[in-house]
C-alpha cells in the first residue's frame, strides 16, 4: 500500500472546466450559480431558505447577530467543537459557556446543558460532532419552552438527519461547511439555512455590508442604501459552481460513505482497546471516529504504516489559553471532554476511499490491538 490519505476532494474535470469558464467571463462575485447553489441547497435539506457565506465561522457569527445575542449574555456551546463555534458568540460580546459531551459521541446533550443554564442564557449553539446528529428533538423542545435560541453547527453534518428531517432545520439556523476536507468543498466556503423569513432578510443584509439591495434588486447601478452595519461574508461565483456541482452528485457519494463506514462497523467491532458510536444510517459520516488508549502510540503506528489520520479535537475549548483566562476557568471544567480530547481519532472516510484501503487500515489497527 503506497499511503492512504486522510481525505480527498470529490472535484471531477467538469466542474474545473466550469471554473475556469467562470473565471474566462470576467463575473466573478454573485452571479448564476450563487443562485443555483441556494437553490439547490434548499431542495436538498428540504429548508425555506438559505444565505451562502465565505465560511461556516461567517455564518454562525451572522447568525448569532441575527439572535440579538449581545454584552451580557451567555451562550452555551459544547465544549468538544471547533473554536469558530464559541468565537462567533465572543464576536458578539456575549460569553460562551462550555457545556461537557457525551465520551463516546462527542456531542453534548440536554443533561450537561441544563448544569450550565443560568437566568443570562440566552442562546445554545448544538454541534453534531463527525456528522452524528445530536438529541435535536428534545434539546428544540427545551429551548422552546425556555424561550433559548437555538443554532445548529452542521460543519461535520451536510447529509445528516434525525427522523428524516435533516439537521439544521430544528434550530431557528443550520451552519454548514464547505472546507477542504469536508464532504462538498468550495476552497474555503459556509452556508446558512433557515425558515424564518426576518432571519434570512437579516443574514442577507449582514453579510454584504448591511445593504438594503443586491445588485438584481438595484433600480439604479450604485444606488442603494445601508440600513445596519454589515460584513463582508460573500462566497464567489467560482466558488459557488464548485460547490453546486459537487451537490448535485452528493446523494450517491453519501451513499458511499455509508458503505465505507458501515464496513469500518464490521471490521472493528472486535476489535480490543478501541470504542466507537454505533452505526447510524442518520450519520453522515464526515469522518469514522475511534477512541482508544494510548492514542500517541496508535497515531505513530498508522503513520509509519502510511495511513494519515486526523483528530476531532485535540483539546476542549475550556483549555484552551484564550477562553481559559478570559473566563477563569478550572483544569478540569468537563470531565467527558478532556476524556474525548485525548482519546479520539479520525479515520478517513470519503467516496474515492477503496475497500482495500479500508481493509488495510483496519489489518494495522487489528495488528496492533493484539500487540
Known amino acids: 500500500m503506497k499511503k492512504v490519505e ?15 469558464k467562470i473565471i474566462k467571463s470576467g463575473w466573478l462575485t454573485h452571479g448564476k450559480y450563487t443562485d443555483l447553489f441556494e437553490k439547490e441547497l434548499r431542495k436538498y435539506t428540504k429548508a425555506k431558505y438559505s444565505i451562502l457565506v465565505s465560511s461556516c465561522t461567517a455564518g454562525l457569527h451572522l447568525s448569532c447577530l441575527a439572535m440579538g445575542f449581545k454584552k451580557g449574555d451567555e451562550i452555551i456551546v459544547p465544549d468538544m467543537t471547533h473554536t469558530a463555534t464559541a468565537h462567533a458568540v465572543e464576536y458578539t460580546g456575549a460569553k460562551a459557556v462550555f457545556a461537557d459531551v457525551d465520551p463516546i459521541t462527542g456531542n453534548t446533550n440536554l443533561n450537561y446543558i441544563k448544569r450550565k443554564i443560568t437566568n443570562k442564557t440566552k442562546g445554545i449553539i448544538l454541534v453534531h460532532m463527525s456528522g452524528i446528529p445530536c438529541q435535536i428533538e428534545e434539546i428544540t423542545k427545551f429551548c422552546r419552552a425556555k424561550r433559548i435560541k437555538l443554532i445548529e453547527d452542521c460543519a461535520h453534518a451536510l447529509g445528516s438527519t434525525y427522523k428524516r428531517k435533516h439537521v439544521g432545520n430544528y434550530g431557528q439556523t443550520g451552519c454548514f461547511s464547505f472546507y477542504p476536507t469536508k464532504q462538498i468543498t468550495t476552497g474555503e466556503g459556509g452556508a446558512v439555512i433557515t425558515n424564518d423569513k426576518q432571519i434570512f432578510l437579516k443574514i442577507k443584509r449582514l453579510k454584504a455590508f448591511g445593504i438594503d439591495k443586491d445588485l438584481k434588486e438595484r433600480k439604479k447601478a450604485g444606488v442603494y442604501d445601508v440600513k445596519s452595519l454589515g460584513y463582508n461574508y460573500r462566497m464567489t461565483d467560482f466558488q459557488a459552481a464548485l460547490g453546486f456541482l459537487q451537490l448535485k452528485r452528493y446523494k450517491k457519494n453519501l451513499i458511499k460513505r455509508k458503505k465505507i463506514a458501515k464496513k469500518f462497523n464490521k471490521l472493528l467491532i472486535k476489535t480490543k482497546n478501541i470504542k466507537f458510536p454505533k ?3 442518520d450519520n453522515s459520516y464526515f469522518i469514522f471516529p475511534i477512541l482508544c488508549k494510548n492514542r500517541d502510540n496508535v497515531l505513530k503506528f498508522l503513520k509509519k504504516n502510511k ?10 475549548l475550556s483549555k484552551m489559553s484564550f477562553y481559559k483566562k478570559k473566563y477563569k476557568l478550572k483544569l478540569n471544567l468537563n470531565k467527558n471532554s478532556s476524556i474525548y480530547a485525548k482519546s479520539n481519532i479520525s479515520l478517513p472516510n470519503y467516496p474515492k476511499l477503496s475497500n482495500l484501503e479500508v481493509e488495510y487500515i483496519c489489518s494495522k489497527i487489528n495488528q496492533l490491538s493484539k500487540k
Open 6 to 20: 486522510f481525505s480527498k476532494q470529490n472535484i471531477l474535470p467538469l466542474d474545473i472546466k466550469e471554473v475556469s
Open 279 to 281: 452505526y447510524s444510517n
Open 307 to 316: 495511513i494519515f489520520t486526523s483528530i476531532h479535537y485535540a483539546t476542549p
